[in-house]
């Protein structure tokens, strides 16, 4: 099958499931490919060693513009983005908005014992920060393996330090967990599995949080990758067009989010930036957040590929995780 064929267009066109734009509500800025972790299933390429990250002067144009607009939340991914020296002062910007933004940050959260970074927990606290963190297992070994050693242990640390300041506890101090699964294979029922999440983590390590969202490995950088070496590439791109479902595509990140680069571009997720695949004007250039208009966009087409079906296969997998039951 040729390469360039758009197979999930198709799907979308044979269930009568068009995906088209509503308003933004959310911006989800990837600050940037530094890491102090190298998980087998980031979809970033994420690592210690990644020069890639937002500068002030990014950072300076995208608040000016974020302020004009009336979109609520600002989510921040990479990376880690803590690590990025200017997180701070973009977090303290935005709290201080005259019209008050939910602000999520995805943590991975052994960033809290790493040298230099005490700071984090004790300021996520103070500014009301939402935490969407990875913890893909309640068992050590599945952890680990995916991962680095000693992740887990690295992890339940943190947590326990983010429990003792109110997250968890406090309806103001949300703090929710992300399971990925360690292979080539769905993530199994949501709810199911937060029942499962929450009692062993309380009746082992005292720990309790929000919501557990259950994210599908997409198959591309480093996951991708990982599926080659094992010869199963093939098979797992089978796998999520199988399981297609249209029941999902009302629910699509894509439709409400608008995505930025380190650089300031705007994509329609962060899988499509991952994939250099950015929201293009007339003339093919890409758009700089600052330089759109959030009516416009509204009506602009959602770019797509075949890694789409990583989203809309079986329960659905978005940035809040499942998007049906």
Not at 5 to 19: E, M, V
Not at 117 to 137: G, N
Not at 191 to 218: Q, S, T
Request: some cysteine.
């Amino acid at each position: 099958m040729p390469q360039f064929q758009n197979d999930f267009d198709t799907a979308l066109s044979a269930a009568g499931a068009p995906l088209t734009r509503a308003r933004p509500e959310i911006l989800q800025i990837n600050v940037g490919k530094l890491c102090n972790l190298t998980c087998v299933h980031c979809h970033v390429n994420a690592g210690p060693g990644r020069k890639e990250i937002i500068t002030g002067e990014t950072i300076d144009r995208v608040l000016d513009w974020f302020a004009k607009t009336d979109i609520p939340t600002l989510d921040l991914t990479g990376g880690t983005p803590e690590m990025v020296p200017d997180f701070r002062r973009l977090v303290e910007a935005v709290r201080h908005f005259p019209q008050p933004r939910r602000v999520m940050d995805r943590l991975n959260a052994t960033i809290l014992g790493e040298p230099g970074y005490e700071w984090v927990a004790d300021f996520l606290a103070e500014h009301r920060i939402e935490i969407i963190a990875s913890m893909p297992c309640y068992e050590p070994a599945n952890v680990n393996a995916q991962r680095g050693n000693g992740v887990f242990d690295a992890s339940i640390a943190a947590f326990q330090k983010l429990n003792a300041l109110g997250y968890g506890r406090d309806s103001g101090l949300q703090m929710h967990f992300v399971y990925n699964p360690n292979g080539a294979f769905l993530p199994p029922d949501q709810d199911e599995l937060e029942a499962d999440y929450k009692r062993e983590m309380a009746e082992h390590f005292g720990i309790v949080f929000n919501k557990l969202y259950c994210i599908a490995n997409m198959p591309i950088a480093r996951f991708a990758s990982y599926l080659k070496r094992n010869n199963q590439y093939a098979d797992y791109l089978v796998t999520l067009k199988d399981a297609f479902n249209p029941g999902t595509v009302a629910g699509l990140m894509c439709r409400n989010t608008i995505n930025v680069s380190w650089e300031g571009a705007v994509y329609d997720c962060d899988f499509n930036q991952m994939m250099n695949l950015p929201l293009e004007g007339a003339e093919g250039m890409s758009f700089k957040v600052w330089d759109l208009d959030p009516e416009t966009f509204a009506q602009t087409a959602i770019r797509t590929g075949n890694h789409c079906f990583g989203c809309t296969a079986g329960s659905g997998s978005s940035c809040g995780g499942a998007l049906v039951s």
